[in-house]
């Protein structure tokens, strides 16, 4: 009964509460619907902590979503020793470069005061649960060598058996107990999403990408209103570089 909570109830549970709470939060305040960002109150460290935080953990997440979706086919590319080794150790790397990117994020928010004191209770909250999901993720691949193999014969089954609404979790109850922690931790991660400012990953502005040009119009002072000597706009016009090709 305890795995059945674990593997079959807690997975449904986590996501109808991201679905649900999601809806919730953009119906009463969609402007809250942004990462936050500090950036403006210390941007030095924050660009190094979340640029590699982003891309290792983007790319681990790929590399479990690409086995997910392609299984079959990822199977016969891991039939390759050389090639498993490879995936071996760049998943390792990733998840280092990642967790080293949390570790200065989350230095940033203890030692500068600034950012401590507009860090929110939720922001401790996700940033406990990230350094635990990522530290687990790294303690499995150090512990349980070769993974992105085991991975296809035991978790991408179970992960099937949920999106067919029928949960077959035989394979992950036989797991050791970090990588069960491990999967519990992520679902809760899920949970959460709601309530921090992980929304923002439904924010990306894709729309961005096919919109029409914005016409960007500069309400500029004049040179010579600026030195405090009136100026018409011609002879403006007449100072700056472009004037003469402009006139002919």
């Known amino acids: 009964m305890f795995d059945g909570f674990l593997y079959a109830a807690i997975p449904y549970l986590a ?3 991201a679905i649900v709470g999601g809806m919730v939060r953009y ?8 990462s936050q960002s500090s950036q403006f109150l210390e941007s030095r460290t924050l660009f190094w902590g979340s ?9 681990v997440l790929g590399g479990h979503v690409v086995g997910l979706i ?4 990822w199977e016969r590319v891991l039939s390759s020793p ?9 998943g390792l790397a990733l998840t ?13 928010r203890i030692f500068n005061a600034r950012v401590r004191a507009v860090t929110t209770v939720m922001d401790w909250v996700l940033l406990s649960f990230l350094l635990a999901q990522m530290t687990l993720g790294l303690w499995v691949a150090l512990e349980f060598r070769w993974g992105s193999s085991w991975y296809q014969y035991s978790v991408v089954p ?11 979790f035989d394979s992950v109850a036989v797991l050791p107990l970090v990588v069960k922690v491990h999967i519990v931790t992520g679902f809760g991660l899920v949970a959460l999403f709601p309530f921090t400012r992980l929304v923002h990953i439904v924010t990306v502005p894709l729309t961005y990408l096919w919109r029409p040009y914005q016409v960007v119009i500069w309400n500029r002072r004049r040179f010579g209103a600026a030195l405090g000597a009136p100026e018409t706009r011609a002879s403006w016009r007449e100072r700056m570089p472009w004037s003469a090709t402009a006139q002919r």
Do not use: C, M
């Not at 392609?70 to 086919?73: A, I, N």
């Not at 280092?96 to 940033?108: D, E, Q, S």
């Not at 179970?158 to 077959?168: A, D, E, G, I, V």
């Open 51 to 59: 640029l590699t935080f982003h891309y290792g953990l983007l790319l």
């Open 158 to 168: 179970w992960l099937h058996s949920l999106f067919k609404l029928n949960p077959q």
């Open 82 to 90: 050389t090639r498993l080794y490879s995936f071996e150790i760049s």
């Open 96 to 108: 280092i470069l990642a967790l080293g990117g949390l570790l200065v994020l989350l230095g940033r």
């Open 27 to 34: 119906s009463r305040d969609q402007f809250s619907y942004s």
């Open 70 to 73: 392609f299984w079959d086919g």
């Open 15 to 17: 996501v109808a509460i």
